[in-house]
């Protein structure tokens, strides 16, 4: 029997199913940048900013991503997608305290989620029916589609990551003027 997590998350994917379109398996991850970049360069803070939330979803056609709410971890009602066919390869990898679930598709794209311990079960259940399932060839128009999501993807990250280097800019401005200006007015 499904946890209430999994049910309510099962309900906020189903909302965004296309007719036809079947719900095969679905995991909780959380996308985050490099953590290289995430410890050393933007700082926990300005990591935060730029960390989400998905659910995720596999369809008989897709990979659905719902964006959750970093406040509330509701669904903002945001939603991604990757096109079976685009898909390269799916890995999931269970490490010590949780796991990570990738994604490859296109030319070079690569998406990377961290799996918590609760979640494990369904991820390694989602990686296992996606080798089940036939990979469909995509149309010209299908492909160009793709790309477009791809691209508005990739901006969107960079846009967070901008982000994130403000507010890691700003923060130290502001420990830079504490220390040597006295109060800031």
């Known amino acids: 029997m499904p946890h209430n997590h999994d049910a309510k998350m099962e309900d906020a994917l189903r909302e965004h199913l296309l007719p036809g379109e079947d719900l095969r398996g679905y995991v909780l991850g959380i996308e985050q940048p490099n953590v290289w970049l995430h410890l050393f360069l933007l700082g926990p803070v300005a990591g935060a900013i730029a960390t989400r939330s998905y659910y995720m979803g596999l369809t008989n056609r897709r990979v659905l991503f719902a964006s959750l709410s970093r406040l509330t971890a509701?669904?903002?009602?945001?939603?991604?997608?990757?096109?079976?066919?685009?898909?390269?390869?799916?890995?999931?990898?269970?490490?010590?305290?949780?796991?990570?679930?990738?994604?490859?598709?296109?030319?070079?794209?690569?998406?990377?989620?961290?799996?918590?311990?609760?979640?494990?079960?369904?991820?390694?259940?989602?990686?296992?029916?996606?080798?089940?399932?036939?990979?469909?060839?995509?149309?010209?128009?299908?492909?160009?589609?793709?790309?477009?999501?791809?691209?508005?993807?990739?901006?969107?990250?960079?846009?967070?990551?901008?982000?994130?280097?403000?507010?890691?800019?700003?923060?130290?401005?502001f420990m830079l003027a504490l220390t040597f200006g006295g109060r800031p007015y």
Do not use: W
């Open 74 to 173: 509701k669904p903002t009602g945001e939603t991604t997608e990757i096109l079976l066919g685009r898909i390269i390869s799916m890995e999931y990898k269970k490490g010590r305290l949780n796991g990570s679930l990738k994604i490859c598709y296109g030319e070079d794209f690569k998406r990377r989620f961290m799996i918590s311990r609760r979640e494990l079960q369904n991820a390694k259940r989602l990686v296992d029916i996606y080798e089940l399932l036939p990979k469909p060839t995509l149309n010209e128009q299908e492909m160009e589609m793709a790309r477009a999501a791809e691209t508005a993807h990739r901006e969107e990250i960079n846009s967070r990551m901008g982000l994130a280097f403000i507010v890691l800019l700003l923060l130290v401005f």
